[in-house]
DNA sequence: AAGCAAATTTAAGTATACTTAAATTATTTG
DNA sequence: CAAATAATTTAAGTATACTTAAATTTGCTT
């Protein structure tokens, strides 16, 4: 019914959805599953015959309640097993998400579920995505901005950093920006949105491409 | 170049041929494997031609360095998933077996590495099979004989159960016999060559067929 | 509103891993 | 040792998930 192919299209369709609230186009479908975009036309057919999404010929995607179903499961065995690898296993940022990638597929509802327990129901991924429970849902989470889109001259608490790449993740931690950091946004410039954060005792300057991946919660003015 | 059926199949050789010692033919595999003859030849023709095995029309299969080594890596990868979902994941005969199977092909050398690490790198996995380290080479490992082929009036320490079957592992749940328990082989019927037991206390009878999968060390005579 | 470029689909073809049915080869047995 | 029987292969066909190239549709732009 399901196969792995299925599910990768199913989880990127369900998040860019989530993300980017239109259509899912068959080029950013092509992109991100690194496939024709003659495949991801042919697939969606299937998906949309089988009841997984809504697929109109030239304008895209949506996902159906069964493939928001599929798709919430996914993600659950996806991040969690990014926590049992990185905190268990200790393998690293290179490692975590790709593994999380394969194992995700082939990993049944007891296994997931022991995987659950035994790190004592964790709500949140090394990233700080939300991990949905058995029944789909999301644990409550308080109001996130990006940084992109905060005020400056505020301070904040790190809460997710809405990005899998590798790269941008050891980018973060040569900085010493990790998850649940404190950060002061003390900047903006007006020229191309790039942001200016004090955080670890360094000031830093992040692109805005950065910023918008960064989302925070804000903190009481420190009255110091 | 080697993807999951291609893997099963060069277990199920490799194995096959470790514990019978000729050729493997295309009915086994067949069975094992849950295909058509038609698809054993098909894919026997493959595997040789990737060097994985040798395989001669109408006479089977017999692996090559090539196959041996993605076989040792397999049981490798197979063993070290049954002793971490049986040991810190909890789950039961009836899963962990199952599970392996499936996660074996999807764990990359880091991964497997880290799980070995977890474990402190375990020699024998639930059922007392052997497993191999990253070069493939077997834990030194002292002679063993089948209760089947054992003499009668001895006392003997169980250190395998050669049979991946939920089944049969249940089955012995249940008798009180487990792996490394003491166990005295009191007599044997000619008829059908089913042996009595002593184990956990209790005399027990088990056909030849289920003797045969049962592995043990020779005790010293216990003199009390 | 026509023309154009970008996005998408259709068409035709490939590789993998299967299936069933028919043909072939090997082995057993009378 | 010749049938009969069992094991295996070959042949033809299917489903999945792709590919490239050609055709079509959509959404601008002027
Ligand atoms: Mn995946
Ligand atoms: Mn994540
Ligand atoms: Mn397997
Ligand atoms: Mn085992």
Redesign the pocket.
Known sequence: MS?I??EDYIKAIYTDQQRNGKNV???YLAGKL?????????????LANQGFIK?E????ATITKKGEKLALNLLRRHRLWEVFLMDVLKLDWGEVHEEAEKLEHLTSEKLIDAIDKYLHYPKFDPHGHPIPNKLGEFPHTPAVVSLKESQIKKKYRIVRFDDESFELMKYFSRLGISLYSEIYLSDRLEFDDSVFVEVAGRTQALSSKIAERIFVTELEAKDD
Chains 1, 2 share one sequence.
Do not use: E, F, I, L
């Not at 690194?34 to 299937?46: E, Q, R």
């Not at 010929?57 to 895209?60: E, F, I, K, Q």
């Open positions: 196969t192919s299925k186009s068959a080029t690194n496939v024709s975009k003659a495949a991801v036309s042919d697939m969606g057919k299937k697929y010929a030239y304008r895209g």
